[in-house]
């Protein structure tokens, strides 16, 4: 296969300078190395979910017919394939579960909803889950590496996000009053989720282990429950399918 010549250090697509048949020359370069970090990620995604969360890269490079050397060429080292991975599967999980909080007709089943989605997500491969949660080693500590940083700051930005959407339907189910709930209850309602949920995860399957469906509701339960005592008066315009006394 015949790659397009990489530009000269230095160059820029947008350099006054710069002829337009540089600038052709470096933006199919650039989409070059964007297709090929993609696929990476796609081949490694399907080694760990084959393999395991603690494949090595040579098997995971073998998988994708290609060497050690070229995953370090675009992620640097496992921990920034890590990242990379973590980065796409965050951002899946977090079109999942605003989906199936939109689609919800009350706080309740918004809630049970966003669980369930995040559980359907981990459970689909658990593999490739525990490979992109894992808290990278030194993450947030002065001088870490790069691709610890960008774990981090993807998963700040997944639970951010998921924790906007779970304070979203709380504020119409909570009276009013209870800002210092609407601060701290989300992120405590994140760190039940996904304790739980792993332990769920990892649990071998034996009659006494929940289904998906009603570890969701478990959690959801759990999770209602500890507010139903600052929930603002039931209103005829609020969906009876779950209303706590």
């Not at 393999?51 to 995953?71: C, N, R």
């Amino acid at each position: 296969m015949n790659f397009p010549t990489p530009p000269p250090e230095g160059a820029a697509a947008h350099d006054v300078g710069a002829s337009p048949a540089v600038d052709g020359r470096a933006a199919r370069w650039a989409n070059h190395r964007e297709e090929r970090r993609a696929e990476l990620i796609r081949s490694a995604r399907k080694a760990i979910h084959r393999l395991g969360a603690d494949v090595p890269m040579e098997d995971i490079a073998a998988a994708a017919s290609t060497s050690k050397s070229v995953f370090y060429r675009y992620f640097r080292d496992k921990s920034g394939l890590a990242a990379a991975m973590g980065e796409l599967v965050l951002s899946q999980m977090q079109e999942r579960i605003a989906q199936a909080a939109a689609s919800a007709e009350s706080p309740y089943e918004g809630l049970r909803a966003m669980v369930r989605a995040y559980l359907a997500m981990a459970v689909r491969s658990p593999n490739v889950y525990e490979f992109v949660t894992r808290v990278p080693a030194g993450a947030g500590a002065a001088g870490t590496n790069a691709a610890a940083q960008e774990a981090g700051a993807a998963f700040g930005t997944f639970f951010d996000a998921v924790g906007a959407m779970i304070e979203a339907p709380m504020r119409r189910h909570l009276a009013p009053g209870t800002q210092a709930t609407l601060d701290y209850w989300p992120p405590a309602a994140i760190g039940l989720v996904r304790a739980a949920g792993e332990r769920w995860l990892t649990a071998p399957d034996s009659p006494a282990k929940p289904s998906l469906e009603d570890m969701a509701g478990m959690i959801a339960d759990w999770l209602f429950a500890g507010i139903a005592a600052q929930a603002a008066p039931p209103s005829p315009a609020l969906s009876p399918a779950k209303e706590l006394s």
